[in-house]
């Protein structure tokens, strides 16, 4: 028989026998619907993750060097006790480390007045060379960045600008010293724990280490990778030129440390993983149990249309016919009700992520894997029913009393 | 043309055996009008199922149109059951989710594209007079609508061989002779028929009457 009569037949029986077909597919459009949503549910977490490391750092692909090593963390204002970490040490990076791309550098310091057109606000306020804007992934929504320089210029996050009413080419004050305005840097929204990411001053680095921190040791080091995926090589690579630059013997602890955002979002995604695994686990008993009710009521159905089966046989259908025609029904409504289960899961997953915000995200090939997979169950689920049906021998049934 | 030599047709299930048809010798010529009478048990319905090929003889020889039928494979008895034989039943045996023109087109689906072309099921509708039924379901017709719906089906793939197990029997009398009058009418068109009944009045139209008892031709 032609595939494309199968499929008709198959859609003529479905969609004539209404309610058999409902119930028959019910538990599979549940267990389809119940993966998507559940997957999305990770995915959108996972994706919440990244997007808020994105908002933090810029890029997740990087490595940043802070002053202070294991023994000399703890306060929040170690960091700035430690002056280990200089300019020398990023030029040093850049020189002998490979599958580097880019290496910025900065001093920061928070609570800084910053006082406009009669205006104040504290914000932090980084010195960083100019490179910082495409390392952090920021973009100048007026004005421009500035060069490597001394000069007197600042670029103002879209927060400081807001509070400070200030604009390019105005002036704002900096920690008692004039600055005049060059950029403003498009909003950034919120990091983690919901703080501003835009109550931030940028100027150049010689001008903060000149002119306002008066020191030449750095606060943060910032390394983008060229090769993300190799990111503990390069960390690995970073630390030994670190350690021999400071002239740390073996075995004596560090006095700096390497952040990888790489191995944050690992962790974080160790912990989704083992919860992910429950789920699939869940999703795959309920296809399992679609499965037992799709095959059941093929059964019935094999056994309830006996005479219909016994007519089709008198009209020239083979055994292999009959195993055919029951076979695809059973994968067409297994099909049928995983693409219903993924629709609605993503209707679902669009409805939530719009109305309550959620973080949700549809992972597509997880969706198409759970359709192909219960499709698989319909095959598996009808090949014994089918059998069953295609084993009716018509002789008998036509000799009984009629239906 | 058909022809059963020496057939017997002994059934084996959990009890003991039971034969229903033994030593049957019988000669249909093309065109011929044959009724099959009977009690019930004389193994009426066994013989018409041995020559629409739906069952096996035990032993014996049976030879339709030419083609030796035992040892042939289920394939092969399928195709000639599609090809050779049109079947009607007492019961009409319509499919009850598809309509009258989608029963009529059943035996197509199983011809493996040496189907007849599209206008075949509609012109066989209007031959047996209920075109205007096609798009109703076999519940919304009446017995005699259905048993003709069911000789369309049987005659959709133009068939050598027409097989009637009762087929007025469950029909009133004036139905039951309109149907009579249609399968006379396809006789006269050339079409051989076979046709098994316990009713006297039908079976004397027949051109020859065959009488089974107990398994043999009596």
């Known amino acids: 028989m032609r595939l494309g009569t199968l499929a008709r037949l198959s859609w003529r029986a479905m969609s004539r026998s209404r309610v058999r077909t409902i119930l028959s597919g019910m538990g599979l459009v549940i267990g389809v ?10 995915e959108g977490a996972r994706r919440a993750v990244r997007g808020s490391f994105k908002a933090m750092f810029g890029s997740i692909d990087v490595l940043f060097v802070q002053p202070g090593g294991p023994a000399q963390r703890g306060m929040s204002t170690a960091a700035d006790a430690v002056t280990t970490l200089t300019p020398d040490d990023a030029a040093a990076i850049t020189a002998q480390v490979s599958g580097i791309r880019e290496v910025g550098l900065a001093q920061d310091a928070s609570k800084i007045v910053a006082e406009a057109n009669g205006q104040n606000t504290t914000t932090s306020l980084w010195g960083v060379t100019a490179n910082w804007r495409s390392l952090h992934g920021d973009s100048v929504a007026s004005g421009s960045y500035f060069q490597d320089t001394d000069a007197r210029v600042a670029v103002l996050g879209s927060g400081v600008a807001a509070s400070l009413r200030a604009s390019v080419g105005q002036r704002v004050r900096l920690s008692g010293i004039d600055f005049d305005v060059v950029g403003v840097l498009a909003p950034n929204g919120a990091g983690p724990g919901g703080i501003s990411l835009d109550n931030i001053v940028y100027i150049p680095l010689g ?16 390394v983008a990778l060229a090769k993300p995926d190799a990111w503990q090589e390069t960390q690995g690579a970073v630390e030994r030129v670190v350690r021999a630059r400071h002239a740390l013997a073996p075995g004596q602890i560090d ?3 390497v952040i990888a955002p790489r191995a944050m979002l690992a962790r974080m995604e160790s ?26 009521l093929a059964v019935t159905a094999a056994l309830q249309r006996r005479h219909e089966i016994a007519t089709c046989r008198a009209c020239g ?45 549809i992972d597509w090939p997880v969706t198409l894997g759970a359709v192909l997979a219960t499709t698989l169950v319909g095959v598996i689920a009808g090949y014994v029913p089918a059998r069953r049906a295609a084993s009716v021998d018509p002789a008998i049934v036509l000799r009984e009393a009629a239906p | 043309m058909i022809e059963l030599q020496h057939v017997s047709k002994t059934y084996t299930g959990r009890a003991a055996p039971v034969t229903a048809l033994s030593d049957v010798s019988l000669r249909v010529e093309t065109g ?7 009690a019930s048990g004389s193994g009426k319905s066994t013989l018409l199922q041995i020559l629409g090929c739906l069952d096996a003889p035990t032993t014996g020889r049976y030879v339709l149109d030419g083609t030796p039928v035992q ?83 049987a005659l959709v793939m133009s068939p050598s061989l027409l097989l009637a197990d009762e087929p007025t029997g469950n029909l009133d009398a004036a139905t039951g002779a309109q149907v009579l009058q249609l399968i006379h009418d396809l006789n006269d068109d050339g079409l051989t028929v076979v046709l098994v009944t316990h009713d006297p009045a039908v079976a004397a139209q027949a051109d020859r009457r065959i009488t089974l008892a107990n398994g043999r031709i009596a």
């Open chain 1, 33 to 42: 619907l119940a993966i998507t949503i559940t997957v999305a549910t990770g």
């Open chain 1, 271 to 296: 912990v989704d993983s083992g919860l992910a695994r429950t789920l699939w686990w869940v999703g795959a008993l309920g296809l399992g149990l679609g499965g037992v009710i799709v095959a059941v």
């Open chain 1, 207 to 222: 001008t903060a280490s000149r002119r306002v921190f008066n020191k030449t040791s750095l606060n943060l080091i910032d």
């Open chain 2, 32 to 38: 011929e009008f044959v009724a099959i009478v009977g």
């Open chain 1, 255 to 257: 006095d700096f440390r």
């Open chain 1, 317 to 361: 259908a083979t055994r292999r016919d009959i195993l055919l025609q029951f076979w695809a029904e059973s994968v067409c409504t297994a099909t049928a009700a995983a693409v219903l289960g993924a629709l609605l899961g993503v209707g679902v997953t669009a409805l939530g992520a719009t109305m309550m915000r959620a973080n949700l995200a």
């Open chain 2, 71 to 153: 040892g042939l494979d289920d394939a092969e008895l399928s195709h000639l059951r599609n090809r050779r034989v049109g079947f009607v039943f007492q019961s009409f045996n319509l499919l009850p989710r598809a309509t009258a023109i989608e029963n009529v087109e059943l035996p197509l689906l199983y011809a493996n594209g040496a189907a007849p072309d599209a206008s075949a099921a509609p012109l066989l509708l209007e031959r047996v007079g209920v075109a205007h039924r096609a798009r109703h379901y076999p519940a919304e017709l009446s017995g005699g609508e259905q048993q003709r719906v069911a000789i369309a089906r």
